[in-house]
């Protein structure tokens, strides 16, 4: 397995346009940012600007370490070529199979024999994906948490095929760009986080259906017991009702998990997103 010096990233959304950015940072590496969609790379660009210039006014990050780093990132609308020259590809798009689906197979054909193929999906096993390479040792989990730039966490996964260096390279690199890895050596739907996150999630659910206490109050609960900076509720809101609501679904499509709680679902069908629609478990200002 070659050491990785570049690195390409397909999907320009917040995920994958932080992912980019933070490996960027680490100075060591070329960074290629990959996403068909019109406009988008322009708007992550822009976003990824704001960034940095904001840790450069709060004294984080020197304006020449900020600008050096934008500079290393290469925008490109051709998965195919960016994933030949890439010694890792991260597969960054929405939460949805068969979109995952379609970039693995073009990865398949166009990347490198020995690089490495992860996904950062949180509830999508790489199982799900790596047959369709045709080289599913190469390919892994690396799950980096919203907002790449202030969490730590990635959690790499070992599929059934993952081979132990594929692990071992995704380790060194999640570490390489100041990041804290974390191997779960089995596959399992949602992995860590999200598995104890929809536990807690689903119990704040079903004492608010039950009449046992207000979100708000459930809330302070979590946050002044058990010293969540966030309560359930709120964080539920901020990382989108919707995203929720279809990760669940798709674990009990996977035969684990019941179905939504019924105060989910009703929120999702009005259109109540959370922070993004100005309305949730909670109100915002839009």
Known sequence: MNEIES?????????????????????????????????????ARAQNRKLVDRAVEKGRLTKERADAALDRITA???????????????????????TKKAVFTALGSAAGHDAILASNSSTIAISRLADITGNPARCCNMHFFHPVTVMQLCEVVKGPKTSDATV?????????????PVVLN??????????????????????????????????????????????????????GLDIFYGAMQDRHRQGEGGDAPEVLRKLVEAGDLGRKTGKGFFEYEK
């Open 76 to 98: 490109s609308n051709d998965v195919e070529k960016a994933a030949a020259k890439a010694d890792l590809v991260i597969e960054a798009v929405i939460e949805d199979f068969e």
């Open 186 to 239: 089995k596959e399992i739907w949602g992995f860590i986080v999200n598995r104890i996150l929809f536990a807690a999630s689903e119990e704040a659910m079903h004492l608010l259906e039950g009449g046992y206490a207000s979100a708000e109050d459930i809330d302070i609960a979590v946050q002044k017991g058990l010293n969540w900076p966030m309560g359930p509720f709120h964080l539920l809101d901020f990382s």
């Open 7 to 43: 690195v390409t990233v397909v999907g320009a959304g917040t995920m994958g346009s932080q992912i980019a950015l933070q490996t960027a940072l680490a100075g060591r590496y070329q960074v290629t940012l990959v996403d068909a969609v019109a406009g988008q790379l322009d708007r």
């Open 168 to 180: 071992k390279a995704a380790t060194d690199f999640v570490r390489s760009i100041d990041r804290t």
